[in-house]
Each structure stands twice: as structure tokens, then as C-alpha cells.
């Protein structure tokens, strides 16, 4: 008779040798688990961005120099200026553009400015923007709608064609070949675009940069056909009504920085803002397109909006370049218009350039 005893002494040695390795090991020699690999670093921001400032040629006084602005603009830390030239048409529906004889600068007085900035060590970005003497209600360059679309292009190309010329004889780096012009941007008038670029380029070998606007950056195809792709930065940060303070502003920022990453990830030439401006009003963070009169003067809140752009974009590798819009105008606490001079903004944009 078989004992339980008996059977677990017979089954000892066997289990013995199922539970023992298929191959003695040495000391040591065991495997260790695997460890999960640090996530890797992100890339680094480009090694040279654009650091620049906005100049509008805005001076009525024909005999007005901006060389003591281009110097207050060095100062600054920037290295790069963007020579804001205004061109006028009459309404929405025009098909003429040209120099406004008093709120435009000469041809002239672009080259001189241009090579006072490159004296001063300045790379010079000539940027046309189109402006309407006698708008009807609504309209803007963004709502375009001329009449005769041939002969408007036919216009516009005469006017950067001179501004091409201006910018291949002074050195410039950079031309705008449009900026803002949501109803002309896009798949239907590449045609009128492309033959405008061939003509630029037979004139200026500098890089070419389009301003698309920041509600419609998705739809302008003619970035397609530039160097640089640029959006005018006035991105709402708040809701109206919303808490207006640093933590907003900055998580407003950082949402369209995801987004904005995400559209760049597909596009292989350089992305800059061509603006990034804030007025020293109540409200700027939450509309800071709104460039109508009036408003209560509000500094910090101009500061508050250049700071939380510092905060969430110095560090991203999408971002090749920022001009900041616009240092010229008096400036100082009393006034609402865009320029940082002589307000508290002022020292945030230095911040903002020597963290680029």
C-alpha cells in the first residue's frame, strides 16, 4: 500500500527538477527587467531667429528721420527691422494703388531709411501693407473684392515691383509681398501670384514672405509660393470678460502655440510672426486686432501680452522669427496706440528679443 508519505518522497526529486533552470546560470548572469527609456529631448528653438521690430513709415512731415527711432530700435536687442510702407486704394472695390502723397513715404525716402538701418547693423525687411483712403463700412485689405482683379494685380505688381527695385539696391534681406489679403490669397488667384513672383524675382534674389492673417493662416495658399511663411500674430487670449491677468494671457498663448506647431510640422520653410503687437488699452489681450480710436489707457495690459507670448514661445522649435509691431508714434503712459515706446512694454520686448 502507497502512503502519502511515500508519494511526496517519490515526487520530490521530480519537482525538484521542474522548478530548477533549464541551465545553471553564473552569479550575475541573471537578466534584469527592462527599464523604460527616457522620453527624448524636444529639439532645440533654430540656432539664428529673426529678431526683429515693425517701423511704420508713417511720417507726414516729408523732412522726418527715422534714424533716432532706428537707433532706440538697436538698443533694443533686435536684429532685424521691417520697414512698414503703406500703399492706398480708394475703396474695397478699387483697382489702382499707389504712394498716398502725404501718409505714405517716398521710394526715396524707403532707400534711405533702409540703408540707415543697415548701417546701423540692421537686416531690412521691406513690407507693403495695403490701406483704403475711403473704406465703406466692413471693409479692410483683408475683404478685398475688386472689381477687375487682373487689373488690380497688374496694379499691385507695378507697386512692389518699385518697392523690389528699392529693396535689391539698398540690400535688403527681405521683401512682403502682400500682407493680410484674405480675398486674394488664396487656390483661385495663385496663377496672378505666380506670374507677380516670377517678376520680383528678376528684380530682387532676397527672400520673399507672405503675411497671411491669424484667423486664416490655414486658408492662403500663396504661402505655398514664399520663402517664409508669416502670420500677423493678434490672436485673441481671453474671451471677453474673461480674468484678465499673467496666467490667462499665457494659457491663451500656449493654445495656439499646439496649434500652430501642428501646422508648421507640415511645412518645410521657416515660420515667423510678421506681427506681434498689443495696444495699451483695456481689452488689448482679448481683441488685439481692433485698431479703433479711443479705449481706456491700460499699460499693463499691453505689458501683460508681450510677457505671456515670452513665456509660452521662446523655447519652441517651430518659431524661426518675431517682428514686434510697431515702434513708431510718441508713445509714453497717456497714449493707446500699439508702439511699446516709453511704457512699461518696453522692457518686456527687450526681454522678449534677447530670449529669441
Known amino acids: 500500500m502507497i502512503t502519502l508519505a511515500r508519494t511526496g518522497a517519490l515526487l520530490a526529486p521530480l519537482l525538484l527538477a521542474l522548478n530548477a533552470p533549464e ?3 553564473l552569479p550575475g548572469s541573471t537578466p534584469l527587467p527592462p527599464t523604460a527609456m527616457p522620453p527624448s529631448p524636444p529639439p532645440p528653438p533654430p540656432a539664428q531667429r529673426e529678431r ?4 511704420g513709415l508713417f511720417a507726414e512731415d516729408v523732412s522726418f528721420s527715422y534714424g533716432p527711432l532706428l537707433a532706440e530700435i538697436v538698443a533694443l536687442g533686435a536684429t532685424q527691422v521691417a520697414l512698414v510702407v503703406p500703399l492706398y486704394q480708394t475703396d474695397g472695390s478699387s483697382t489702382e494703388l499707389g504712394l498716398d502723397t502725404r501718409l505714405s513715404p517716398t521710394l526715396e525716402t524707403v532707400a534711405d531709411t533702409a540703408r540707415l538701418a543697415k548701417r546701423d547693423g540692421l537686416e531690412v525687411m521691406i513690407f507693403p501693407i495695403v490701406r483704403l483712403s475711403a473704406a465703406r463700412a466692413g471693409e479692410w485689405r483683408g475683404t478685398l473684392a475688386p472689381r477687375d482683379r487682373d487689373a488690380w494685380f497688374a496694379s499691385y505688381g507695378d507697386r512692389l515691383g518699385d518697392l523690389a527695385g528699392v529693396a535689391a539696391l539698398t540690400g535688403a534681406k527681405r521683401l512682403v509681398i502682400g500682407s493680410e489679403l484674405s480675398t486674394l490669397d488664396g487656390a483661385p488667384d495663385l496663377e496672378r501670384w505666380r506670374a507677380l513672383i516670377e517678376r520680383v524675382r528678376g528684380v530682387f534674389d532676397g527672400k520673399l514672405v507672405y503675411s497671411a492673417n491669424w484667423d486664416h493662416y490655414r486658408q492662403a495658399a500663396l504661402l505655398d509660393l514664399v520663402d517664409e511663411a508669416g502670420i500677423s500674430g493678434y490672436f485673441g487670449l481671453r474671451a471677453p470678460g474673461a480674468p484678465d491677468d499673467d496666467a490667462t494671457a499665457e494659457a491663451g498663448w500656449r493654445l495656439v502655440r499646439r496649434e500652430l506647431e501642428a501646422w508648421r ?10 506681427e506681434l503687437g498689443y495696444r495699451s488699452r483695456a481689452g488689448a489681450t482679448a481683441a488685439p486686432w481692433d485698431e479703433s480710436p479711443g479705449g481706456k ?3 499693463d495690459e ?3 501680452g508681450f510677457a505671456a507670448f515670452r513665456r509660452a514661445w521662446s523655447d519652441s522649435a517651430a518659431l524661426d522669427g518675431v517682428y514686434v509691431w510697431n515702434w513708431y508714434g510718441y508713445g509714453g503712459p497717456g497714449t493707446t496706440g500699439y508702439t511699446p515706446r516709453r511704457k512699461p512694454a518696453e522692457a518686456e520686448v527687450r526681454a522678449l528679443l534677447e530670449s529669441l
Open 23 to 25: 541551465h545553471p546560470r
Open 52 to 55: 526683429g521690430v515693425a517701423l
Open 265 to 274: 510640422s507640415g511645412r518645410d520653410q521657416p515660420f515667423i510672426f510678421t
Open 297 to 299: 489707457p491700460d499699460l
Open 302 to 304: 499691453q505689458r501683460r
